[in-house]
């Protein structure tokens, strides 16, 4: 009897063994694919972390390229506005300097003219007296010689002579103011005498004493005339013509 009961406790201590050997947690089992999952999610959030690192380096790296050649602009620009504004200032003191010589040379070749219309006429005042002598002796020759042969050739020598004197100054720009029937121009003929006249225009050159001279225009000796008077008024419109 004892026996069996020592049996018994004997089983019943292994049953409560066994049901607190069950009952006892068991270690959790090793998930090869949430490991890789988590592996891959690993790598990629430090492959995402790498290339913005790289990103943010290289927009960096561009910011600082974009902002050297923002300076490099700004100096180009610069060296730009300046080159402009010497060129401009170039083109500008080259246009001065071509308005002064353009004046230079028109004040030159003025002077020049004053010059040389100064000197002609000093030639030809100079050589007035001479050829008023020279047609003086020709006018007494031809009233007192008569039928003098030799006085007549010595009288047309004298004349070509004047002509030839007459044409070189006709070359310089001399010209010969022999007013005779023309209307009297108190500008270029001067009024030595009057002669009554009824029926020529009234205040008309009758006759010249001494003929006038021109030079580039410029009266530089009026022809000594005479000038009628008791005629009729000279119409204006021949008047105008005359002139």
Not at 14 to 30: A, G, R
Not at 76 to 93: C, G, L, M, N, P
Not at 119 to 128: C, F, I, R, S
């Amino acid at each position: 009897m004892a026996a069996y009961e020592e049996k018994r406790e004997y089983e019943e201590g292994m049953d409560d063994m066994k049901v607190s050997v069950d009952e006892t947690p068991s270690e959790p089992e090793f998930d090869e694919d949430a490991m890789v999952e988590a592996a891959i999610r690993a790598g990629e959030q430090a492959a995402e972390e790498e290339l913005a690192a790289e990103r943010d380096e290289q927009c960096e790296r561009v910011k600082a390229e974009r902002d050297e050649l923002y300076e490099r602009l700004d100096e180009a620009t610069d060296q730009v506005d300046a080159a402009k504004k010497q060129a401009q200032e170039a083109v500008d003191r080259l246009a001065r300097l071509q308005a002064d010589w353009e004046n230079f040379r028109r004040r030159t070749a003025r002077e020049r003219e004053v010059e040389r219309e100064r000197a002609a006429e000093k030639l030809v005042m100079g050589l007035l007296p001479v050829l008023d002598d020279m047609e003086r002796a020709m006018d007494h020759a031809r009233q007192t010689g008569g039928d003098n042969e030799q006085l007549i050739q010595f009288v047309d020598g004298i004349a070509q002579v004047h002509d030839k004197m007459v044409g070189v100054l006709a070359k310089e720009g001399a010209e010969v103011i022999d007013p005779v029937g023309e209307p009297f121009e108190p500008l270029s003929h001067q009024a030595v005498g009057r002669e009554e006249n009824t029926e020529a225009y009234d205040e008309t050159v009758a006759q010249v004493y001494q003929r006038g001279y021109r030079l580039g225009g410029k009266v530089i000796r009026p022809a000594m005339v005479t000038v009628t008077y008791g005629g009729p008024k000279r119409p204006e419109n021949e008047g105008d013509s005359q002139e």
